[in-house]
């Protein structure tokens, strides 16, 4: 099989389409994948990491806003469009996927004119401006939650698949748990508490737990936090300002970066976390209560509407960005991890949209959509 792959920008978009990618490498070892990306994201570094080809093109989100800056933009993605049929046009491959980003504009408009089948793979909840306009195009339409379904208009077929993700559920047993609990330096007797704000942090997140270790609150719980590697050395002069030594906390964990994330979540009881679509799928998979911080000002808000898919459930509380203080924080983590039936009720909740065999489902609707497309 020969696939073409457009994800461009963020982990979140570029992720999924590497486990895609090595899903079909799994299944058919002679398959011949490229990526397709833009000069400017994350895909630089991730793509050639796993091992696959990547060719970029030029590709911008348009504005509405008339102004110079636009006008060149839209130029050089009208460009992006030929360089990506050139590309489509020489390899001849038997499927093009778009995972997210600007670039799957160009690229699934490409091969729709070619004839070539496409896909698309939906990770939020709330479908972004590239899906909504590409729907008509684009043969089958992958998505990672129900209620992106209702959302999507004029799509020619949708299947919900869910989102692949690295991290799964593991079934400790009590000595492994308390053990991973004392390595990583606290105790198994209190409630864990895990804190991350994506890769690079979250300053907002981030000043709430400085709040709650300022004024020392987490007695009754511990915490796990992952401040961000560009945060950490300012987290630690601000802590040191109140005479505490980020190393040697009551209660908590202070780390730049969790490179063990599957194990940590899995020990948690409660995680606080911003609600990008993998974040939502993991911690569904996982079956666990979460306090979701969504990130304000991006594409459709999809992230507010990420977080309402567990909120609707009973899984998951919403505090927002601009509503977040360390007080707020607090109180909402003692109301879960300080009452057992609630948080077992959350976690329950939280699993019952947990999805399965999520890249063997995907495999199979490209096989679909291939042959579909050849039956026509």
């Known amino acids: 099989m020969k696939v073409i792959i457009a994800a461009a920008g963020t982990g979140g978009h570029i992720n999924p389409g590497l486990a895609i990618a090595n899903k079909i490498k799994e299944k058919e070892k002679n398959s011949e994948i490229i990526f397709i990306g833009t000069t400017r994201g994350l895909e630089n ?23 110079l800056n636009n006008i060149k933009k839209m130029y050089k993605t009208f460009k992006g469009y030929g360089e990506a049929k050139k590309i489509v046009r020489e390899f001849k491959p038997d499927v093009v996927i778009g995972t997210g980003g600007y670039i799957c ?12 089948p496409t896909m698309l793979h939906e990770s939020n909840a709330f479908p972004g401006k590239a899906v909504k306009f590409l729907a008509s195009k684009t043969d089958t339409i992958l998505v990672s939650f129900n209620d992106a379904i209702e959302r999507i208009k004029n799509a020619k077929k949708i299947v919900f698949t869910g989102t692949p993700v690295k991290i799964a559920k593991i079934d400790y047993n009590v ?8 390595n990583i330096g606290l105790q198994p007797t209190k409630p864990i508490v895990l ?28 915490i796990i936090w992952a401040t961000g590697p560009k945060q950490y050395d300012i987290i630690k002069e601000k802590l040191e300002q109140n005479s505490i030594n980020i190393n040697n906390i009551e209660n908590a964990k202070i780390l730049p970066y969790i490179y063990n994330m599957e194990e940590l979540m899995n020990i948690s009881n409660l995680i606080v976390a911003r609600s990008g679509a993998m974040t939502i799928t993991e911690i569904s998979n996982l ?4 306090i979701l911080i969504p990130l304000p ?15 609707n459930i009973g899984a998951a509380k919403i505090i927002l960005n601009d509503e977040l203080s360390y007080n ?12 057992k039936v ?5 976690s329950e909740n939280s699993f019952k949209i947990s999805t399965t065999d999520v890249e063997e489902k995907i495999y199979n609707e490209i096989i679909e959509t291939i042959k579909e497309k050849k039956d026509v």
């Open 45 to 67: 570094d991730l793509v050639p990491r796993a091992g696959f080809e990547l060719k970029t093109i030029e590709a911008y989100g348009l504005s509405k806003k008339i102004s």
């Open 105 to 116: 504009g160009a690229t699934i408009s490409a091969a729709h004119k070619l004839g070539i």
């Open 297 to 311: 000002n991006v594409s459709g808000n999809h992230q507010l509407y990420n977080a309402k898919v567990l909120e």
């Open 287 to 290: 079956g666990k209560p979460s």
């Open 342 to 346: 609630l948080e077992e009720q959350m």
């Open 195 to 222: 804190i991350f704000g994506g890769s690079q942090g979250a300053q907002k997140i981030n000043e709430a737990i400085i709040g709650i270790l300022n004024n020392r609150l987490n007695k009754d719980y511990q």
């Open 175 to 182: 000595n492994e748990k308390i053990s991973i609990i004392k």
């Open 328 to 339: 707020k924080l607090n109180k909402q983590i003692e109301e879960i991890v300080l009452n």
